[in-house]
């Protein structure tokens, strides 16, 4: 997994919908489709330790409202992790103004991450996102590959994704891309930098640190990001907070 974790992000990539409103469309874009471990939208090669549950939550501030993620995942077997959860994000004063985001995603490794080495993993998921006020917008399906370097004993690690979203709204299938890169600069902490995006579309950026509170168990962390060459509506700013569970199996 990333550095300082078994991780499981939110994110690849969500297919920014370009003629629905802003808001919607942010918090589409912005979805971990194959979620790395917060706070990156490129996803990792790794999957969150056998036997064992992680909860990953957080808000994301931007200027039409604010975003409330919770994505809980499992690995039940050894080598495949399920992650169910989801958004709300409350944009406007009117009181149907909400979009919920629902994703359930399946992950699995094709070659372990070793040390000063690389591995891949691969993602298959869906998205659903249901709206308040008896309204429905329908989701998709994504298919992502995540690859990961490590480099200086773990210290180093590069993430790239690979992939493809099909949305049933708009009956378009557009491809999908990360890359992102993870430093420890210490035991603790880490910083992040990532860019990411799909076909047709203006890439994202997103820069932050996280601190491991309690040693493979408690992490927070912090981000800003903006996407590209476009108005300052895009640009946005989160905070997470991510719990990792002991394995019952020990």
Aim: glycine letters at 10%.
């Amino acid at each position: 997994m990333p550095l300082l974790l078994p991780i499981r992000l939110p994110i690849p990539l969500r297919l920014c919908a370009l003629r629905r409103p802003f808001a919607a469309a942010l918090l589409l874009c912005l979805s971990p489709l194959a979620w790395a471990a917060r706070p990156l939208v490129t996803d990792d090669a790794r999957i969150v330790d056998p036997q064992s549950c992680q909860l990953e939550s957080w808000l994301r501030f931007n200027r039409d409202g604010t975003e409330r993620w919770a994505l809980p995942g499992c690995n039940f077997t050894g080598n495949f992790e399920w992650t169910f959860g989801g958004a709300v994000q409350r944009y406007g004063d009117g009181p149907g103004n909400a979009i919920t985001d629902l994703q359930f995603q399946g992950k699995t490794v094709l070659k372990p991450v070793e040390t000063n080495g690389y591995g891949v993993a691969l993602t298959l998921g869906m998205t659903e996102y249901p709206k308040a006020e008896r309204r429905r917008t329908p989701g998709g399906l994504y298919l992502n590959l995540p690859l990961t370097v490590s480099m200086r004993d773990d210290r180093l690690l590069l993430h790239a994704n690979f992939g493809a979203t099909h949305d049933r709204a708009e009956r378009q299938t557009r491809m999908t891309w990360g890359v992102a890169g993870e430093a420890a600069v210490s035991e603790r902490w880490a910083m992040i930098a990532e860019s990411f995006g799909e076909s047709g579309d203006k890439p994202w950026i997103q820069l932050g640190a996280r601190v491991w509170i309690v040693p493979q168990r408690v992490q927070v962390d912090m981000t800003w990001g903006t996407q590209l060459n476009q108005p300052r509506e895009t640009r946005f700013v989160s905070i997470g907070l991510r719990l990792l569970s002991p394995s019952w199996g020990n």
